[in-house]
C-alpha cells in the first residue's frame, strides 16, 4: 500500500471538489432518517413502532426513485434532475413539521422517491472523472467520504434535536439540502469522460447490460448493507443491554474509523479484490462479535472486537462499485448507480426487522451470530454465480450478446 496513489487521484482537476462536496452533501442526507424518528417519537408523540414505518417508507420511496434518477442523469445530465429533486425536498421539509402522521407517511413517500441522488451522482462522476487504471483508489476516497457522512449526519440530528427541538432541526435538513443541491447544481460535475462524451453513442439497451452477472452483484451489496445495519443495531442492543449506552457513539464512531482504516488501505493496493471474498469475510467476522455480549464484556471488548469486520467495510463497498462500473457502459452508467443504491438500501431495509427479532427472542449478542451467518450463507449461495467483469463494459456500438456474454 502507497500513498502515491491518492496523490494522483486528488491531482486530477475537479476530483477534490467533487470528494468533498459529495461528502458534505451527504451529511443531511444521512441525517434525514435520525431526524424524522426523533419527531415522530418526541413532537408527536408516537411510538417506535410509527417512526420506524416513516423511515421504511423513505427507504422504499428513494429505493424505487433511485434508479429513475439515475437513468434521468444518464440522459437529461446532472443538472435538471439535482434541480427538480432538490425543490422536491425544499417543499418537503419545510412542511414535514406541520402535517399530521398519514399526510407526513405519504410526503416521506414522495421525497424518498425524489430523493437527490448525490450518492450514485457523485460515483457516476468519479467513474468519468478518474482513469480506469485508478478506480479502485477513487472509489476507495467515495467510500471514505460515506462513512465520514454517516459518522456526522446522525450524530449532527441527535445534537441538534436535543438542543433546538425537532422541528428547527427538520427546517436545518432542509436547508442543509438546498445547499447541497444548489453545490452540486454550481459544480456540475461530468458524468462521462472527454473520450466518452465524444463518442457517438446512443441509448444502450438493457439487455446489453442488465445481466445476470450483474444481479448477483447487486444481490452481494444487499447482503453487504444488511450485515453492517443489522451490525450497527446489535451494537446498540448490546451496549443497552449492558447498561452501557452513554458509550454508544464512541463504539459506533470506531467502527467507522476502522472501516475509513481499511478503505484506505484497499485504495492503495496495486491489486483489485473482488467482492464475493470481501463480503463473505466480513460477514463471517461479523458472526463471533456478539461472544463480548455473552461472556459480558464492556464497551472497550466490543470495539476491540469489532476491529476485523470494520476494517473490511469500506473495501468491500468500494468493490462493489467498481464491479458494477466495470459491467456498464458510460451511456447507462448513472441508472446502473441507481440500481446498486436500491440494492444498499434494500439491504438496510431487510436488517431492520430481522435483526429487532432476534434481539428480542434470543437476546443481542445472538444478533451478530445470526445476522454475520446469514450474510455468509447468501454470498456462498450467490458465489457459484459469480464472474467478474469483462475488461471492457458492452457499448452501443456493439452487436447483440453472445450468450457467453450475458451470462457475466
Not at 45 to 73: C, E, H, K, Y
Not at 298 to 310: K, Q, R
Amino acid at each position: 500500500m502507497a500513498i502515491e496513489p491518492y496523490r494522483r487521484v486528488l491531482a486530477i482537476p475537479g476530483v477534490r471538489a467533487l470528494l468533498l462536496v459529495g461528502m458534505v452533501a451527504r451529511i443531511p442526507l444521512t441525517a434525514t432518517g435520525m431526524t424524522l424518528t426523533l419527531h415522530v417519537v418526541s413532537d408527536m408523540r408516537l411510538g417506535f413502532l410509527q417512526a420506524g414505518v416513516v423511515g421504511a417508507v423513505i427507504m422504499i420511496g428513494t429505493a424505487l426513485g433511485s434508479p429513475l434518477a439515475g437513468r434521468f442523469v444518464d440522459r437529461r445530465g446532472l443538472r435538471p434532475v439535482i434541480a427538480v429533486t432538490t425543490v422536491v425536498q425544499l417543499v418537503f421539509w419545510c412542511a414535514a413539521p406541520a402535517l399530521p402522521y398519514g399526510a407526513l407517511l405519504a410526503g416521506a413517500l414522495v421525497a424518498g422517491v425524489f430523493s437527490q441522488p448525490v450518492f450514485g451522482a457523485v460515483r457516476q462522476c468519479v467513474a468519468a472523472m478518474v482513469p480506469p487504471a485508478q478506480h479502485q483508489t477513487g472509489f476507495a476516497l467515495d467510500a471514505m467520504g460515506v462513512e465520514l457522512s454517516y459518522m456526522v449526519g446522525p450524530a449532527l440530528a441527535v445534537a441538534s434535536v436535543t438542543a433546538f427541538g425537532s422541528t428547527a432541526t427538520m427546517y436545518g435538513v432542509g436547508i442543509g439540502l438546498v445547499g447541497s443541491g444548489v453545490a452540486l447544481y454550481l459544480l456540475d460535475p461530468p458524468t462521462r469522460s472527454a473520450e466518452e462524451a465524444a463518442a457517438p453513442v446512443g441509448a444502450v439497451p438493457r439487455r446489453q447490460w442488465l445481466r445476470p452477472g450483474l444481479f448477483v452483484l447487486l444481490a452481494m451489496a444487499s447482503a453487504l448493507t444488511f450485515t453492517l445495519t443489522a451490525t450497527e443495531l446489535s451494537i446498540v442492543a448490546v451496549l443497552k443491554d449492558g447498561a452501557a449506552t452513554e458509550w454508544t457513539g464512541l463504539v459506533v464512531a470506531l467502527w467507522g474509523g476502522y472501516s475509513m482504516a481499511g478503505g484506505f488501505v484497499y485504495g492503495g493496493l496495486s491489486r483489485r479484490l473482488p467482492p464475493p471474498p470481501l463480503i463473505g469475510a466480513l460477514c463471517a467476522l461479523t458472526a463471533p462479535v456478539g461472544l463480548v455480549g455473552l461472556a459480558g464484556g464492556g464497551w472497550w471488548w466490543l470495539a476491540l472486537a469489532l476491529v476485523p469486520c470494520g476494517l473490511l467495510c469500506a473495501p468491500s463497498l468500494s468493490s462493489t462499485l467498481d464491479a458494477v462500473n466495470r459491467r456498464v457502459p458510460a451511456a447507462s452508467r448513472g441508472e446502473a448507480m441507481g440500481l446498486h443504491g436500491t440494492s444498499l438500501t434494500v439491504g438496510v431495509a431487510l436488517a431492520g426487522p430481522v435483526a429487532g427479532w432476534v434481539v428480542d427472542a434470543y437476546g443481542p449478542a445472538w444478533a451478530f451470530a445470526l445476522t454475520g451467518a446469514l450474510g455468509v450463507v447468501l454470498v456462498l449461495l450467490i458465489a457459484p454465480f459469480w464472474r467478474d467483469a469483462p475488461a471492457q463494459a458492452p457499448d452501443a456500438q456493439a452487436g447483440p450478446a453472445a450468450p457467453a456474454e450475458l451470462a457475466a
